[in-house]
């Protein structure tokens, strides 16, 4: 019997940290998902090729690589077409892993309606809508609007499942207040629901949001107060679009002196770990 994998994007490798960082986190996030018994299967391009699944060597150089395109959906044919290489954002990452019969993934947060850009609505909502992929996170990432988020999850029919929680974790901080669709508290439970929507023919994947640990948890308002800054900043230089998240992660970062990036880390972790027991769930779990 195959394996059950556990698909992980590249973005945050490229983009998400700093070298060696960014090779260090990915690597821990390949083992915990092995040492819980599944497979990680990393996605990016790769000179024109898709790669599904990298080798540490690979994980290495891209960590490194200059000027790496992060590709959303609309961007794969671009770079395939061109014969260069790419990192995976979520929409890409499930996108792709979907054509590999892939059925979860893990990250760190996923993409949404961008605060006081009602219009600037990532890909990655679009996407979990129209392909059958699970989705591991903390929420969406905390600099965006979370309320617009889930709105915009419900329009286009996605679930937001509470993994041990009854509200959307903030992605730093724990909890948003916001209640989540519902709430979960076993992997079994996770894989009822994805396999009740299959059998459904329900189109589009779920996104299951995970709590940042306790130990590694930022305070809401400490975590509230550096978005707003980081996201005045951005607006005073014209950041806006795929630019923003990068540039307001590393001013967050540097508003709490690194916690945010501690943080980041152990969500990860964490997430490769609840993302590789779904995975195990529902391999074993019959077909309804």
């Not at 937001?160 to 974790?169: F, K, R, S």
């Not at 809401?220 to 992660?249: C, H, K, N, S």
């Not at 590393?250 to 980041?264: C, D, F, M, Q």
């Not at 990860?268 to 769930?281: C, F, M, S």
């Amino acid at each position: 019997m195959q394996q059950p994998v556990v698909a992980l994007e590249s973005t945050l490798i490229t983009h998400g940290f700093a070298y060696p960082d960014n090779v260090h986190i990915a690597l821990e996030m390949e083992r915990i998902v092995r040492a819980h018994g599944a497979q990680p299967a990393t996605i990016a391009i790769l000179n024109g090729q898709v790669r599904v699944g990298l080798s540490e060597d690979e994980i290495r150089a891209l960590a490194q690589a200059p000027n790496v395109r992060k590709c959303s959906t609309r961007d794969l044919g671009i770079v395939l077409g061109r014969g260069e290489t790419g990192s995976t954002t979520v929409a890409a990452t499930i996108f792709l892993a979907a054509k590999h019969g892939i059925h979860v993934m893990a990250t760190g947060g996923i993409g949404g309606v961008h605060r006081g850009h009602p219009f600037d609505v990532s890909a990655d909502l679009t996407e979990l809508a129209r392909t059958p992929v699970t989705v591991v996170c903390a929420g969406p990432k905390a600099l965006l609007d979370l309320a617009l988020t889930l709105e915009h999850l419900e329009t286009l029919g996605v679930p937001v499942i509470g993994y041990q929680t009854d509200t959307l974790p903030a992605f730093f901080a724990r909890s948003s207040g916001l209640p989540v669709d519902a709430r979960v508290d076993t992997p079994e439970d996770v894989a009822r629901i994805v396999r009740a929507r299959r059998a459904l023919g329900a189109p589009g994947g779920e996104l299951v949001c995970v709590p940042v640990p306790e130990e590694a948890a930022l305070p809401a308002e400490v975590a509230e107060a550096a978005i707003a800054e980081a996201q005045r900043r951005a607006d005073a230089a014209g950041i806006r679009g795929a630019a923003a998240t990068p540039f307001m992660l590393a001013e967050i970062a540097r508003l709490t002196e690194g916690a945010s990036v501690r943080a980041n880390m152990a969500l990860l972790r964490n997430n490769a770990r609840v993302a590789a027991a779904i995975a195990r769930a529902l391999h074993t779990l019959p077909t309804i």
